[in-house]
């Protein structure tokens, strides 16, 4: 894919950086090995500005230390997704470490939900959610001035309260660069204390991607469109309990909604 020099999620095709220093090292990392990606922790290896290691799922969350420690302070971009040994404590590192990120990729499914009844499974959970809930709020705290774009793609641990950290601190009140492109496809949990959250704090929001997340409401969904007037494209794969109340009766006519349910055929009467 060659860089089209825009802003825009591409639909087509997966998001890839532009080309360069920082894709050239990091393209051959999508079929690599961990071995391999131990080359671009080296000292030799030139400071990287973008770094695409999408869908590495056997990358080891040491190894990513190791990179973050040598090129995390001249990263702008960093995308992470479908990278399944990663959890939490890899966010607290990117909080420490990245200290020029304006755009992050990140997709924790390294805790599966917990069985009903199992008390152990249970609590583990918990405590997996309140880690989560701390690595968002870091990374927040930490980019929240100058994060433009952040994906949090299949975090199905996400809850209210770590995206309320990330509307107050990447709103247009606290970021000098607003954050403009924001998924949260997949974040089972969050429900429209999330979407008021972002109706309040972030005016500024062009790109919002909330398929199945199951728990929003046609009137969550009304405010939020209401009040982020600049809200250009709103995906909703997979949101089943969406009615025409929201999908036909709001009132951003310039607003695109990707992944709206069909409308189902018209019956005629037997004659």
């Given at each position: 894919m060659a860089c089209s020099g825009t802003d825009e999620w591409d639909e087509s095709e997966p998001y890839a950086?532009?080309?360069?220093?920082?894709?050239?090292?990091?393209?051959p990392a999508r079929a690599a090995?961990?071995?391999a990606l131990e080359v671009l922790s080296q000292p030799t290896m030139p400071a990287l500005k973008s770094l695409d290691l999408s869908h590495c799922t056997e990358l080891p969350a040491a190894t990513l230390s190791?990179?973050?420690?040598?090129?995390?302070?001249?990263?702008?971009?960093?995308?992470?997704l479908g990278c399944t040994q990663l959890g939490a404590p890899t966010l607290m590192e990117i909080a420490t470490h990245c200290t020029a990120l304006t755009s992050l990729s990140f997709e924790h499914t390294a805790t599966s939900p917990a069985l009903p009844g199992d008390p152990a499974a249970e609590a583990q959970q918990h405590e997996a959610v309140s880690l989560l809930e701390t690595a968002v709020g870091e990374v927040a705290q930490?980019?929240?001035?100058?994060?433009?774009s952040l994906s949090l793609e299949g975090c199905h641990l996400l809850t209210d309260k770590a995206m309320q950290s990330v509307a107050e601190s990447c709103g247009s009140g606290a970021a000098s660069f607003p954050l403009r492109r924001l998924s949260l496809n997949n974040a089972a949990?969050?429900?429209?204390?999330?979407?008021?959250?972002?109706?309040?704090?972030?005016?500024?929001?062009e790109?919002?991607?909330?398929?199945?997340?199951?728990?929003?409401?046609?009137?969550?969904?009304?405010?939020?469109?209401?009040r982020c007037t600049r809200l250009k494209r709103l995906k909703v794969w997979g949101c089943t309990q969406l009615t025409s109340v929201f999908l036909e009766g709001h009132a951003r006519h310039d607003l695109e909604i990707?992944?709206?349910?069909?409308?189902?055929?018209?019956?005629?009467?037997?004659?």
């Open positions: 950086p532009p080309w360069g220093a920082a894709a050239a090292a990091a393209a090995v961990p071995p190791k990179i973050l420690e040598r090129h995390g302070p001249s990263l702008s971009e960093l995308l992470l930490a980019f929240g001035e100058r994060l433009v949990r969050i429900t429209d204390r999330t979407l008021l959250a972002l109706s309040e704090h972030t005016p500024h929001l790109e919002l991607d909330l398929s199945w997340c199951r728990e929003l409401t046609d009137e969550g969904l009304g405010i939020l469109t209401d990707v992944g709206r349910p069909s409308r189902p055929p018209l019956r005629t009467q037997d004659a």
